[in-house]
């Protein structure tokens, strides 16, 4: 029983589990404190610089991210060392251009920034980018590695610090905007350090880096930087339309709750996709097809079945969700804009249910080195989400269609990346939920035998 028990808390997936949800439980509590200790315009603010700087950090890191994972996880010694020092080069580079462009447009347009909620954002995310670049790359490194275990440490380091500050600022010291994004900075710097001293990060590999090896990077990159920018666009277009809208910041703050809430249908996602991927581009570099195809309907079929159980009690509870995360102010229809927070929640709850087979299709192209088909599936998705906000918000006014919007761009998503996933690999849509309900079986069966 003990042993038992011991080995499946090494296993790959419960380590990505318990790293996210140990992630997602601080970022929930913390979101709650923040929502809590400002009114909505001022909550608002803040909203606006966590999603543009999620929006840059996908630009930046996007460009290797996802390449560095496919190729360290078949690599030998040699080009380990040369993938690594050139994703710092390119890291590094990006890094010094986008902090210049922030700094320069801070400079001649600092007061319509200003006014549209986007000051925090220039004023510091430049000196941010530089200190958590450590920390981002050791985490893909050490995701392409399958090392969760130091994963979770990492980000608890990171996470937990933050966390600490948000309640040490709701209990005593009421802190402003601008300290909370030094204290964010100071968090991440430890972080870093942390990385730098243990190695992890891979900057000793920077003489390393290769002309070669930067354009191989680059060449997979220009598709999946593409992605994960629109990926994040999917998440970040509808605040940032709205913070650009005449609804403001406030309407920002209520449309938070929601796109928070969601992260808890992410967790499960995120942990088998960040096990998922390796795998699968490991397979398809010693060319065994069966068996990406029998890991693409396995991971889509098991999440998909979870969904149903998360999407559910995030349905049925939406309203005690709001109350916990956002505080009394949140439930309700709002008297300023007249929206009704739980009602989104719960569109956002059916609006799970599709993640996991649009997430595991871009997954399996890009692991098959078909970065430029799931690149095509994201743009068709992003132009989508744009339209049907811009629908939602300007003509009819409508946060709740906004989230409607979501499910349908998720809908045609799935279909353009099954018809591409489809075309490489000859699935059977079926063996999905087949696969799918085959695991769980299996799951039980080992923990019967326990």
Avoid at 99 to 127: D, H, K, S, T
Avoid at 199 to 208: A, P, S, T
Avoid at 290 to 297: A, S
Avoid at 306 to 315: A, D, G, I, R
């Amino acid at each position: 029983m003990k042993s038992a028990v011991k080995k499946i808390v090494k296993e790959d997936n419960f380590l990505s589990l318990a790293g996210n949800l140990v992630i997602a439980i601080l970022g929930f509590a913390g979101f709650a404190l923040l929502a809590r200790s400002y009114k909505p315009d001022i909550f608002g603010e803040w909203v606006i610089f966590i999603a543009a700087g999620s929006f840059v950090e996908m630009f930046r890191f996007g460009i290797t991210n996802t390449a560095i994972v496919r190729y360290l996880s078949g690599a030998n010694a040699e080009d380990r060392n040369q993938f690594i020092g050139s994703n710092w080069v390119i890291g590094l580079t990006a890094t010094v251009f986008i902090a210049l462009v922030l700094v320069v447009c801070n400079l001649f347009f600092r007061e319509p920034i200003q006014e549209a909620g986007y000051g925090l954002f220039f004023n510091w995310y430049p000196i941010l980018a530089f200190v958590n670049l450590p920390y981002n790359t050791a985490l893909v490194i050490l995701q392409a590695d399958q090392k969760f275990g130091k994963m979770l440490w990492i980000k608890t380091i990171s996470s937990g610090g933050f966390f600490a500050v948000l309640l040490a600022s709701y209990l005593y010291f009421n802190l402003t905007l601008t300290q909370l994004v030094w204290a964010i900075i100071a968090v991440n710097l430890l972080a870093s350090l942390v990385c730098l001293i243990g190695g992890m990060d891979g900057l000793v590999h920077i003489g390393n880096a290769s002309r070669q090896k930067i354009r191989t990077l680059l060449d997979f990159g220009k598709y999946t930087t593409f992605t994960l920018i629109g990926t994040n666009l999917l998440r970040s277009a509808d605040t940032l339309i709205i913070s650009l809208s005449p609804l403001g910041t406030a309407a920002v703050a209520l449309y938070s709750i929601p796109i928070k809430l969601t992260e808890i249908q992410q967790i499960p996602l995120r942990s088998f996709a960040a096990t998922a991927f390796p795998k699968m581009s490991k397979a398809s570099i010693q060319g065994k097809l069966q068996e990406i195809k029998d890991l693409f309907y396995t991971y889509s079929g098991a999440i998909s079945y979870l969904f149903v159980f998360v999407s559910l009690v995030t349905f049925v509870f939406a309203e005690v969700f709001v109350l916990v995360l956002g505080g009394k102010q949140y439930l309700g229809i709002d008297p300023v804009t007249g929206f009704d927070t739980t009602l989104i929640v719960r569109i956002f709850s059916i609006y799970g249910l599709l993640l996991p087979i649009d997430r595991m299709t871009g997954i399996g192209l890009d692991s098959i080195n078909r970065p430029d088909k799931n690149a095509i599936k994201v743009f068709v998705m992003v132009l989508f989400n744009v339209i049907g906000d811009l629908v939602a918000i300007f003509i009819f006014k409508s946060l709740a269609l906004v989230a409607v919007a979501s499910i349908c761009f998720t809908l045609i998503g799935i279909w353009v990346g099954y018809y591409f996933l489809n075309k490489e690999l000859d699935l059977r849509f079926r063996q999905i939920f087949n696969k799918g309900a085959s695991f769980y079986k299996e799951l039980y069966l080992k923990r019967k035998g326990i």
